[in-house]
């Protein structure tokens, strides 16, 4: 389609974590499945993430713990510990 990801997805190299909610009405389901199925294809390092009870955003509690969880465990995989904020920041007064 005109704006469909996987069309761009053949230059990628960075790893991708596609996260959708199957009643989004702004990014059709099937642009989610067709990007991480292209970059399947390409070698990429993929990751999808489906929320059926979901839309553009996710809402519901018990799947915003989720899609914490699944993003933190990704950036920790791909961008290694430690890899947020440093302690001289988070320590900081007033943070």
Excluded: C
Excluded at 2 to 12: C, G
């Amino acid at each position: 389609g005109r704006f469909d990801p996987s069309d761009a997805v053949a230059k990628w190299k960075v790893p991708l974590l596609v996260i959708h909610g199957a009643r989004d009405y702004r990014v059709p389901l099937d642009q989610g499945i067709a990007a991480h199925n292209a970059a399947r294809r390409a070698g990429v390092p993929t990751e999808m993430l489906l929320f059926p009870d979901e839309n553009h955003w996710v809402l519901k509690p018990q799947n915003s713990v989720q899609w914490y969880a699944t993003v933190e465990a990704w950036m920790g995989r791909w961008l290694g510990a430690g890899a947020g904020a440093t302690s001289s920041q988070t320590d900081a007064p007033g943070k």
